[in-house]
């Protein structure tokens, strides 16, 4: 059995090649594991399809797998062979293991540490395992993917150091005042960046969102989405003494928020702090609102240095997310080796084989009034012996593989026996 993954990611292949392979819908993701799970030497799939990555991970005899995968993904999909090829990738056994850990882990993601793509691989995970398409070796190497995952979550803090633009802003507004619960917020314009923002502020326990915009229609279905208050763009200068955050991301050719208007609201607010982000370009707000007390302005350049910083934080404890990925990548390896038990079976034989010869080069001493013959008879009797006592262990050794605790089976044996330095194949070779 051969553990691999063939696919393609944001690191090989353009949007316009991911989009065309993938399985976006449940029931092009069951009828792509029937497609794949039908293909020559195929025991068991999952098949991971996300906007960044489309792989398959298989178990089974993978020469020739390529070719063969290829040739479905084209029919499927109806792309041409050349063109899908380049941007294919075929890993195996340690290499195709590592990948898989990696991925959960979220060191192989565009946003590198990102926690989404975990969940994503379990929910794959499952849908496959639900259609009967997983066995043995997928399950526990999924199940140790997800636990690598989680130990890099907590013995590292990779995800603790945010690397978008909007998180970003969230993060910087929760330290300037510690808490969001009791704090307001104003969304100008209707920009991507900001929207995302506003969304992040309620999910860290904003409570109420104003929401102004040229086009008031606009501004009622932001309002209604953000479950907020809509306001026309010539009321919103009246509402800023209201709110403590304002995002502002909109088309304005020049600055709709001046030193006068904050001055204004400042007074109104009795000088509490407010925070201003301004993720429109041109900007919205005036560099000189950021000289009066208790304001706090960040433009799209001091986000994303911040999220430059971050990020080279975040590559900081990859490092350290890699050694524990080559740490759990050993043990997985170690736990595929222990189920290799030709040479322990070799090594048990052997053992019996040792005590018949010590002990019958013994009797043969005593008997030396027996004929050959009658010797003979006491030697095959001996080696009958061994074989019926030897002939259940071997059975159950060899179907060792089909069960999850097979490790623990191989060590006792090697205990009892005093079998330890026994190793699996690819430790002698």
Known sequence: MNICVIGLSHKTAPVEI??????????????????????DGVKECVILSTCNRVEMYLVGECNGILDNV???????????????????YLKEDREAIRHIFKVASGLDSMVLGEPQITGQLKEAYGYAAGKNMTGFFTNKLMHTAFSVAKRVRTETKIGSFA????????????????????????????????????????????KEIIVANRTYERACFLANEFNGIPCSFEEFPEKLKFVDIVISSTGAPTFIITPEKVK?????????????????????????????????????????????????????????????????????????????VKPLLVALRKHFEDIKNIEYEEAKKKLSHLSEKDLNVIEALLNAIINKTLHH??????????????????DTIKELFNLKGVKGAEEEN
Request: net charge negative.
């Open 163 to 206: 690397v978008s633009i909007s998180y970003v802003a969230v993060e910087l507004a929760k330290k300037i005042f510690e808490s969001l619960e009791d704090k307001k917020a104003m969304l100008i314009g209707a920009g991507e960046m900001a929207e995302l923002a506003a969304k992040h502020l309620l999910s860290n326990g904003i």
């Open 70 to 88: 290829v040739e479905a993904l084209s029919c499927y999909h109806g792309i041409k062979k050349e063109e899908l090829t380049p941007h294919l």
């Open 393 to 410: 262990p071997t059975v159950f050794l060899k179907n060792l593989s089909t069960m999850d605790n097979a490790y623990q089976y191989v």
């Open 264 to 340: 204004e609201a400042i007074k109104a607010r009795k000088n509490r702090p407010m925070f201003f982000i301004d993720i429109a370009v041109p900007r919205d707000i005036d560099p000189k609102v950021n000289e009066i007390d208790n304001v706090y302005v960040y433009d799209i350049d001091d986000l994303q240095n911040v999220v430059d910083a971050n990020l080279l934080e975040r590559q900081k404890e990859a490092k350290k997310a890699e050694v524990i990925i080559e740490e759990e990548l050993e043990s997985f390896q170690q736990w595929l080796k222990s189920l290799n």
């Open 18 to 39: 991911r989009e065309k392979v993938a399985f976006s819908s449940q029931q092009k993701l069951e009828e792509g594991l029937m497609l794949i799970k039908k293909l």
